[in-house]
């Protein structure tokens, strides 16, 4: 006790330097604090893309704006139908199987008013008010997955509670099964139901029915990344049974969909021999796990510079402190013999440095990560990540070791009889 009131007593003596210091600490920890939430974003994206679609014969398909306008394909009074036949072929292909999915949002009457879940969590972009003049009150827009039934078969989900999604949930009516990401749980239940504005179909409110609640973590990769399924509510892409309004109900499916085949050659004739036929786009076979392998490069290369960039702001914070260190030893020389002399250890000496790098380092990083977590919280918390206050304690714990490991070293070395050898000289 007598050690740590001492080491307070003599950073008080200097309260310029205690001042600096602290403020190089505060400062290095604002700057540390990002780089730390990006190498843990930079890391968690490496982790799920490693572990998300293990497989080789999954294929995006995309279709060429240039070859539509070439061909004049919107001006075609046949458009309709051909896009139903060309939506009826590739439901049915010979070799291989097409499946779409993609994120997008939902529009729900009287929903949870929580940030996490909403499209656009600012006040202007959280509600939609009237979609259309029949549908009265303010609507949320949610977070969605929509997925058809191809997909839901070959891709099952794994579910908490309630059930997955059925091949008759793809022909409703008026009322849409629907599934809940796992931070719904607690907010709404199996069978809770809900007023929905649906625009992708019928422009008009249908019915939502809560019929499962999904495990935590799970995971699914887009071409833009890797998205959670933990905040989205999985909608089913109704089956189109006829070329009324079918362009406009075709083509949010056939803007995101995917080829399972073991045989991409044969699938890429296949589809291409039907768009031909009639008429219409020209597809490409893109592979999924070349766009899931450059993701986890680009990731890579993210996460190392960041690492360097945390590296470079902790060799900042310690030089200054170890720095001073060094000075403060060589000043006191003296004073540290005369304490020796008169019955003090080495290790009370060592205690005392020890204890002023812990305060030093202490209130700075307090004060740094107080400022840090404030900035976050201004943001609505959408960057909160606790995983970084726990990063920076344990930083701080191994700066105390390192910059206290060199001074200890040097008052080690400290002998009575080479003090008072200086003082006579």
Same mark, same amino acid.
């Given at each position: 006790?007598?050690?740590?009131?001492?080491?307070?007593?003599?950073?008080?003596k200097?309260?310029?330097?205690?001042?600096?210091?602290? #403020?190089?600490?505060?400062?290095?920890?604002?700057?540390?604090?990002?780089?730390?939430?990006?190498?843990?974003?930079?890391?968690?994206?490496?982790?799920?893309?490693k572990n998300?679609?293990?497989?080789?014969?999954?294929?995006?398909?995309?279709?060429?704006?240039?070859?539509?306008?070439?061909?004049?394909i919107?001006?075609?009074?046949?458009?309709?139908?051909k896009?139903?036949?060309?939506?009826?072929?590739?439901?049915?292909?010979?070799?291989?199987?097409?499946?779409s999915?993609?994120f997008?949002?939902?529009?729900?009457?009287?929903?949870?008013?929580?940030?996490?879940?909403?499209?656009?969590?600012?006040?202007?972009?959280k509600?939609?008010?009237?979609?259309?003049?029949?549908?009265?009150?303010?609507?949320?827009?949610?977070?969605?997955?929509?997925?058809?039934n191809?997909?839901?078969?070959?891709?099952?989900?794994?579910?908490?509670?309630?059930?997955?999604?059925?091949?008759?949930?793809?022909?409703?009516?008026?009322?849409?099964?629907?599934?809940?990401?796992?931070?719904?749980?607690g907010?709404?239940?199996?069978?809770?139901?809900?007023?929905?504005?649906?625009?992708?179909?019928?422009?008009?409110?249908?019915?939502?029915?809560?019929?499962?609640?999904?495990?935590?973590?799970?995971?699914?990769?887009?071409?833009?990344?890797?998205?959670?399924?933990?905040?989205?509510?999985i909608?089913?892409?109704?089956?189109?049974? @006829?070329?009324?309004?079918c362009?406009?109900?075709?083509?949010?499916?056939?803007?995101?969909?995917?080829?399972?085949?073991s045989?991409?050659?044969?699938?890429?004739?296949?589809?291409?021999s039907?768009?031909?036929?009639?008429g #219409?786009?020209?597809?490409?076979?893109?592979?999924?796990?070349?766009?899931?392998?450059?993701?986890?490069?680009?990731?890579?290369k993210?996460?190392?510079?960041a690492?360097?960039?945390?590296?470079?702001?902790?060799?900042?914070?310690?030089?200054?402190?170890?720095?001073?260190?060094?000075?403060s030893?060589?000043?006191?020389r003296?004073?540290?013999?005369?304490?020796?002399?008169?019955?003090? @250890?080495?290790?009370?000496?060592?205690?005392?440095?020890?204890?002023?790098?812990?305060?030093y380092?202490g209130?700075?990083?307090?004060?740094?990560?107080?400022?840090?977590?404030?900035?976050?919280?201004?943001?609505?918390?959408?960057?909160?990540?606790?995983?970084?206050?726990?990063?920076?304690?344990?930083?701080?714990?191994?700066?105390?070791?390192?910059?206290?490991?060199?001074?200890?070293?040097?008052?080690?070395?400290?002998?009575?009889?080479?003090?008072?050898?200086?003082?006579?000289?």
């Open positions: 006790m007598n050690n740590l009131k001492y080491a307070i007593n003599e950073m008080v200097k309260p310029l330097i205690l001042i600096l210091i602290i #403020l190089q600490t505060a400062i290095g920890t604002c700057i540390l604090s990002p780089g730390i939430l990006q190498s843990i974003k930079a890391y968690d994206l490496y982790t799920k893309s998300t679609l293990n497989r080789n014969d999954m294929y995006s398909i995309s279709y060429s704006d240039s070859f539509r306008k070439e061909k004049n919107d001006k075609d009074p046949d458009k309709g139908e896009i139903f036949s060309l939506y009826k072929k590739l439901k049915t292909l010979n070799n291989g199987t097409v499946v999915y993609n997008s949002n939902i529009i729900i009457e009287k929903f949870t008013d929580k940030d996490k879940f909403y499209s656009n969590p600012t006040d202007k972009g509600y939609v008010l009237n979609p259309i003049d029949s549908v009265q009150g303010k609507f949320s827009d949610i977070k969605a997955l929509y997925v058809d191809s997909y839901a078969s070959n891709f099952p989900f794994n579910i908490e509670n309630g059930r997955t999604l059925k091949k008759e949930d793809f022909d409703s009516e008026d009322v849409y099964p629907i599934l809940l990401g796992a931070d719904y749980k907010i709404y239940k199996i069978g809770d139901e809900f007023e929905h504005f649906d625009y992708r179909n019928s422009m008009s409110l249908k019915k939502l029915k809560v019929v499962g609640i999904l495990d935590r973590y799970q995971y699914m990769f887009d071409r833009s990344g890797i998205e959670t399924l933990d905040d989205k509510v909608c089913p892409i109704q089956d189109i049974k @006829s070329s009324e309004n362009n406009e109900k075709v083509m949010p499916w056939l803007s995101s969909i995917n080829l399972i085949t045989n991409k050659n044969k699938s890429a004739e296949e589809i291409r039907i768009s031909d036929t009639l #219409l786009y020209s597809f490409n076979l893109i592979s999924m796990q070349k766009e899931k392998q450059n993701l986890i490069n680009f990731t890579r993210d996460l190392k510079a690492l360097l960039l945390n590296l470079v702001i902790l060799l900042f914070i310690a030089f200054g402190i170890i720095t001073v260190q060094l000075n030893i060589k000043d006191k003296i004073e540290y013999g005369t304490h020796l002399l008169c019955g003090a @250890s080495k290790k009370d000496i060592i205690l005392r440095n020890i204890y002023s790098v812990v305060i380092l209130i700075g990083t307090l004060i740094g990560s107080y400022i840090e977590y404030k900035k976050l919280m201004m943001n609505d918390g959408h960057d909160y990540d606790s995983r970084v206050f726990i990063v920076i304690f344990v930083i701080y714990l191994i700066l105390v070791i390192i910059i206290s490991y060199v001074p200890c070293r040097k008052l080690k070395k400290l002998q009575v009889n080479d003090v008072v050898r200086g003082l006579s000289e």
